[in-house]
């Protein structure tokens, strides 16, 4: 297990990508800019490479969109305004938290859904389980184990 | 009841299977274009053959027309690119590039050397008419109606099957609208 991780750790610093994005130079008027275009490409999707936010993601199109993003705030739009402009654009899938409507509905209540079948399928299996374990043995089955046990004896000596 | 709890495992399984099969027909790239039934995005881009002259989807209002986004560096967009020579070949319809990204010169020998389906080409070298209308992946293609909406979008390179049962129809469909 060990072995691996060390591995796994080892994939991650021969990925180019890490030190390409961290090189990017951005100047910003104030830190609240910056701390602001920092929140935004972590809440935007990057359309490329669908499992990377603009951050991470070092493909054109993110290149492109972190530029524009930079470029609203430092014209003055609020953090609402950018949002809604790449909304516009690329829909929904653009955010990394969709809003919660119609048609997100099963995204966001769907894995509460399982949850509560799966807690009903255990509560049911334990129960059940109780049950099996608790009946006690019958006089029937008491005389049968007894002789059953003596039946026995001599064999074992 | 002893019966029903052997078969409930299978039945969720079934269930799983049944979703995961169609997730797998799905393509994740796919994504629904917020901008179907609104107006189409706005550009003033130099023309390809004609820098002098500029190009703006405005001045399309009144007919029926296709906005495919093409660059020479895109790969499918060669496989794209005799589909659409096709098109233009047999079908009346108005095709438009959008010239994504792509250095000019690349971009003109580029449709020398495959043909021109385009009555023009936008050249947007910046990607900014691209952010506008947001296009993610190359080749990507739009139709709009004579009102200047975008009424399909389709990502990824379109093919001949696509043409016969998606494109041509509603275009014969838009056509007829006022």
Redesign the interface.
Known sequence: MKSIMIILSLFCFLNPNIYAAAVEMKKFESDLHEQRYKNLIDELRC??C?NQNLADSNS??AQ??RN?VYKMINDGQSDQEVMDFM?????D?VLYRPPFKASTFLLWIGPFIILIIGLLVLVNFIRHRKRNVITALSNNEKEKLKQLLNDNKGKFK | MKLNRAVLPLLAFIVLVVFLAIGLTKD??K????FIGKTA?EFNLPILHKMEENFSPKLMLGKVWILNVWASWCVSCRAEHQVLNNLVKYHQVNLVGLNY?DDINDARRWLSRYGDPYQLSASDVD?IA?????V??VPETFIMDKKGAVRLKHTGPVTNKDIKEKIVPLIKKLENES
């Not at chain 1, 909304?87 to 829909?91: H, Q, W």
């Not at chain 2, 994504?31 to 917020?34: A, I, K, N, Q, Y």
């Not at chain 2, 691209?130 to 947001?134: D, N, R, S, T």
């Open positions: 359309l490329v669908q054109e199109l492109d969109l524009k909304v516009t654009r690329y829909g899938f | 994740p790239r994504l629904p274009s917020p995005p990204k990607g691209g952010i506008e209308w947001g993610y992946g």
